[in-house]
């Protein structure tokens, strides 16, 4: 199908003149400040990086959840020792030096604890991994300076890499977001907002979840933007490039780890089912759907390959009881949530628990209160598949680890579900603004900007004061949830440095060194200048008076399909 600003003449031949001189004038306005877009990416990802790389600092050497092992996997994987045929390698004595099992397990007594020593040496020696079924991908993009480096600078190195790799993709995600006119903005901000602490702290140690939840982002977002696409109906060529952009990440997030295709095809699934039957048979017409397709299923080929060479781990304690896991599971949720501001090891104070669990589940709450039917299936769909994502995640390190679940594995499929609630919540909250802005113009009188009274959305004079609270109630819940947000990143800064270092140096502040303190002082500037930021992007959507394109002109805000396919996002 043809459209209006089709790149192709009535002939189909591609206007490559034409292409050319368009995207070099949208370059030099963007250069040139026209375009705020690539400003505010860089801004993002300067601040995440930033942060990200402070957590990186705080966080001592292989303090992460099971970070010793990724090392030692990742060593053998850019020194070619993988695929193995068992848990044993060749690795540096400072990577093999501790026992950070028994610092996590002892958070009351780390004393008693042998800690790493990063200046033992590069001498070999034998050692095991867990981490030896894991896909390779990841710990190539991340620890080659461990070839070139040794000692803490290698540790640190790594450490920043694997953050700006995660960052990037971050960043990718919210820029994505941002662009779905007009609610994308606002949806970016309530997502930054949810990007709660042990998210960034994944993403500041070596674990192979960063590069999964990177791409498990940017893919949801890809997803949604994909349903705005269909909802419109009006340019197909949209469409066909937002699935041809999604094929690299999919195919990233199934190699990222040994649950990769489980979770690819869940939220997969959960996104179909909020797209709907209409917009699957329509998408399926296309080409770039089945390269999709054909993408994430030679991706899983690899994997299964890949599991089928990797077979290094040999089950020694029989097969999990599944009932017996789901149960002990379900009795331990409390804890489990909670570990969505930091993992077990950390100690935090109960009200930042609590308020942090509040803030996690009041948005999937509004989300599900606020979508669509075909949305509140999704996500119902999405809560059903979360005891079944427990299973798989343990069964997966069961022979290793016994009964072992936390949240942070099932992170892929809740911030998917957290981005549909936050596109859900934003394009109500667009809606409220723009018949607020539409009343306040009728109003004034103006006849520029006064709109018809028969214009979607029912705003008219008749009903105008009925719609002007769903938009004060919007911005007020929006800057209620980034307080609380921001609470609960302030309690996480005061506990983590203490939980990583002060404890190992007899208890204090002053026993911080001189980097980790600097790192910590600067995280609490960056994240306060972060929520202000947000909070200042709330407001400035308030200021903002009159009409600035079609859509506030009058123009429906979801125009129907061109063959007159049910708007999908209308009905959030």
């Known amino acids: 199908m043809l459209i209006a600003d089709s790149p192709r003449d009535r002939w189909g031949n591609v206007k490559w003149e034409a292409m050319r001189k368009s995207r070099k004038l949208a370059l030099k306005r963007g250069a040139s400040g026209g375009d705020p877009r690539w400003r505010r990416n860089l801004w993002t990802f300067a601040l995440l990086a930033a942060l990200t790389s402070c957590l990186s600092v705080v966080a001592f050497p292989f303090a992460g959840p099971d970070e010793q092992a990724h090392f030692l996997y990742g060593y053998a994987v850019v020194t070619g020792q993988s695929p193995m045929e068992s848990d044993g390698l060749s690795a540096p004595r400072y990577l093999a030096t501790g026992d950070m099992a028994c610092w996590n397990d002892h958070p009351e007594n780390p004393a008693v604890c042998d800690l790493p020593d990063l200046n033992s040496g590069t001498t070999l020696v034998e050692t095991v991994t867990t981490a030896a079924n894991y896909p390779p991908l990841y710990y190539i993009l991340t620890c080659w300076p461990l070839l070139i480096a040794s000692g803490a600078p290698a540790i640190y190195c790594v450490r920043i890499l694997s953050a700006i790799l995660f960052c990037a993709l971050i960043t990718c995600a919210l820029g994505n977001l941002a662009r779905i006119h007009p609610w994308g903005p606002r949806a970016a901000t309530l997502l930054c907002a949810t990007l709660f602490p042990t998210v960034l702290s994944l993403g500041s140690v070596l674990n192979p979840q960063a590069l999964e939840l990177g791409c498990a982002l940017v893919y949801s977002v890809l997803f949604v933007r994909l349903i705005h696409i269909y909802a419109q109906g009006t340019r197909l060529g949209d469409a066909r490039r937002a699935l041809i952009v999604m094929a690299p990440f999919l195919v990233l997030w199934i190699l990222s780890r040994p649950v990769g295709p489980f979770w690819a095809i869940i939220v997969s699934v959960i996104f179909c089912l909020w797209l709907g039957v209409g917009g699957l048979k329509r998408l399926s017409l296309t080409r770039e759907f089945w390269i999709l397709l054909g993408s994430a299923t030679l991706a899983c080929l690899i994997w299964l390959l890949w599991r089928w060479v990797a077979q290094a781990t040999i089950p020694v304690s029989g097969s999990p009881d ?58 119902a769909a999405g809560i059903a598949a979360f005891p079944l994502s427990i299973v798989v995640a343990t069964g997966q390190v069961y022979a290793e680890a016994g009964y072992m679940w936390q949240m942070r594995y099932s992170f892929p499929l809740v911030f998917a579900l957290l981005v549909a609630s936050c596109a859900s919540v934003a394009e109500r909250w ?133 063959r007159g396919e049910r708007n999908i996002l209308a009905e959030m």
């Open 322 to 379: 599944y009932l017996a896991l789901f149960g002990d599971s379900l009795s331990h949720l409390q804890l489990h949530l909670s570990s969505i501001l930091a993992w077990a090891s950390i100690p935090i104070p109960a009200w930042a628990r609590y308020l942090a669990e509040i803030t996690f589940l009041g948005a999937l709450v509004c989300g599900f209160l606020l979508g669509s039917l075909r949305l509140k299936l999704a996500l």
């Open 430 to 562: 667009a809606r409220a603004e723009l018949a607020e802005r539409r009343a306040d113009a009728e109003r004034r009188g103006n006849d520029k900007q006064a709109v018809s009274p028969a214009i979607v959305d029912g705003v008219s004079a008749a009903n105008k004061p009925s719609r002007l609270w769903p938009a004060v109630l919007g911005r007020g819940l929006a800057i209620i949830y980034l307080v609380a947000s921001y609470a609960v990143w302030l309690s996480f800064l005061w506990s983590f440095p203490q939980r990583m270092w002060a404890q190992l140096e007899g208890g204090g502040w002053s026993g911080l060194p001189l980097g980790p303190r600097f790192a910590v002082f600067a995280a609490f500037g960056i994240v306060t200048a972060s929520f202000v930021l947000l909070l200042a992007d709330i407001s400035r959507g308030r200021r903002r008076r009159g009409p600035r394109n079609q859509l506030e002109q009058g123009a429906a805000p979801w125009p129907r399909g061109a």
